[in-house]
């Protein structure tokens, strides 16, 4: 499973995660799942699928980019939407491609395009996903 370094383990302030941490692998991959979003949604529910499709851009833009260790339940809110699988669709695969739909990504969440004033995540260096890599505080 390919760990994505430099993308946000979570959404700062929440439980919210976009990340795991390792594979399963006596059950392989979580299938990802399409889900619904209904309007009545709440709105820390519907900032976490801003989040997390914010840090797809920042990070991958419109290349394609595989699965890897991408939370499943996350994705599953974006699948087939704003986020759409390269070629065949296999959803318990940690090496599925998959490809921000630049176009659906700004008709569902034009706040993120805005020029003058995107919205802001409070990303900071702590809340990237750099568990692996050497520290320099000796942990």
């Not at 900032?47 to 991958?60: E, P, S, T, V, Y």
Request: aromatic share 10%.
């Amino acid at each position: 499973m390919l760990k994505h370094r430099g993308f946000p383990g979570r959404l700062p302030g929440t439980d919210f995660q976009f990340v795991i941490r390792r594979e399963n692998r006596k059950k392989g991959a979580t299938p990802i799942t399409r889900r619904e979003r209904f309007r009545d949604r709440k709105p820390a529910d519907r900032r976490a699928d801003a989040g997390f499709l914010a840090a797809l851009i920042q990070h991958f833009g419109e290349e394609p980019f595989v699965r890897g260790n991408l939370d499943a339940g996350r994705l599953g809110w974006l699948i087939g939407r704003e986020v759409k699988p390269v070629g065949a669709f296999d959803p318990a695969d940690y090496d599925q491609l998959l490809q921000v739909d630049m176009a659906a990504a700004e008709a569902s969440f034009p706040e993120l395009f805005a020029p003058d004033n995107p919205p802001d995540f409070g990303w900071d260096e702590d809340d990237w996903d750099e568990d692996d890599e050497d520290s320099t505080d000796g942990r």
